[in-house]
């Protein structure tokens, strides 16, 4: 299982949006929609933001969407926060029992 | 409210192994499955694999066969993460984690705090 390709790298300043892009293959983001994002500050747990592809669980601000294209998932943060600053990671169902995260994305707010 | 807590960090020689443990409370271990998660030092997450705690049936990820094995003990609510024949390339965090609803893949919304293991002679 190959991990899912997300850019090394985004950034955006207070107030504006950002999209991390995360893609995959037609065996995993393409074939399922179980898309899931996660959260990462340093020192930390990750936290889940986004879950099939566009659902939000209890407490996760309306600014975080998440949405997904043929093989191509994306998280847009609106209304960037400094406390958004945090490495984001994209999983996706695999088929099998199986589930592949990306490689994760630093996510600078300037 | 459901909890995921884990033991403590580990020093270990290269060629030992090492046993990390999840246990769970607020809620009945065999309901929900136990996912496993690296994170070496700087690097992005990695899913190991996860085990049925219903019946005890591991699944482990292509790059994880061999040297690892999930176990789980009914009894006092804990699931189980043995590594051996430990490289310094295993150092990393491990967390297990568990979906919020069985049958959701990715839903991993409850998390143990982490465990580190150093592999170094």
């Known amino acids: 299982q190959s991990a899912l390709t997300q850019p090394p790298s985004a950034s955006g300043s207070p107030g504006q949006s950002v999209i991390i892009s995360c893609t995959g293959t037609?065996?995993?983001?393409?074939?399922?929609?179980?898309v899931s994002w996660f959260q990462q500050h340093p020192g930390k747990a990750p936290k889940l933001i986004i879950y099939e592809v566009t659902k939000r669980p209890s407490g996760v601000p309306d600014r975080f969407s998440g949405s997904k294209s043929g093989n191509t998932a994306s998280l847009t943060v609106s209304g960037l926060q400094t406390e958004d600053e945090a490495d984001y990671y994209c999983s996706s169902y695999a088929g099998s029992s199986n589930l592949v995260f990306g490689g994760g994305t630093k996510l600078t707010v300037l | 409210q459901v909890q995921l807590v884990q033991s403590g960090s580990e020093l270990k020689p290269p060629g030992a192994s090492v046993k990390v443990s999840c246990k769970a409370s607020g809620y009945t271990l065999t309901s929900i499955g136990i996912n496993w998660v690296r994170q070496a030092p700087g690097q992005g997450l990695e899913w190991m694999g996860w085990?049925?705690?219903?019946?005890?049936?591991?699944t482990y990820a292509q790059d994880f066969t061999g040297r690892i094995v999930f176990s789980l003990d009914t009894s006092v609510s804990t699931a189980y993460l043995q590594i051996s024949s430990l490289r310094a390339e295993d150092t990393a965090v491990y967390y297990c984690a568990r979906v919020a609803v069985a049958g959701i893949w990715g839903n991993l919304v409850y998390w143990g705090q982490g465990t580190l293991v150093t592999v170094s002679s």
């Open positions: 037609s065996s995993d983001i393409g074939g399922y929609n179980y």
């Open positions: 085990i049925n705690t219903k019946t005890g049936n591991p």
